[in-house]
C-alpha cells in the first residue's frame, strides 16, 4: 500500500455508492467509509499499520471535500 495507491483507490470509491463497492485486496488491515456532508462526498480509509507519506507516518486518510472540523484525524490526499 503507497500513498499513490492509495490516493487512486480513494479517489475512485469517492465516485462510487459505497453500497456498491468491490473493495481492494490490500497488503495490511484497512477500513473503508463514506460520508455526505451538505452534498459533498468524503471517502475515508483508515489502517491499524501507518504508511510514510510527506515524511510522517499516517493510518488515517481522506478524499473529497468535507466541513471545517470534521474528520480531524484524517490526512487529505
Same mark, same amino acid.
Given at each position: ?9 480513494? +479517489?475512485?470509491?469517492?465516485? =462510487? ?12 488491515? +484497512?477500513? &473503508? ?12 480509509? $483508515? ?9 510522517? $507516518? =499516517?493510518?488515517? &486518510? ?13 490526512? $487529505?490526499?
Amino acid at each position: 500500500m503507497t500513498p499513490e495507491n492509495i490516493r487512486i483507490v480513494l +479517489a475512485y470509491l469517492n465516485t =462510487v455508492n459505497w453500497g456498491t463497492w468491490d473493495l481492494p485486496k490490500t497488503d495490511r488491515p +484497512a477500513t &473503508f467509509q463514506q460520508y455526505v456532508y451538505d452534498g459533498h462526498i468524503v471517502t475515508t480509509l $483508515s489502517l491499524e499499520t501507518p504508511v510514510e507519506y510527506r515524511g510522517m $507516518s =499516517v493510518m488515517h &486518510f481522506k478524499h473529497g471535500t468535507c466541513p471545517r472540523g470534521h474528520l480531524t484525524k484524517y490526512t $487529505s490526499i
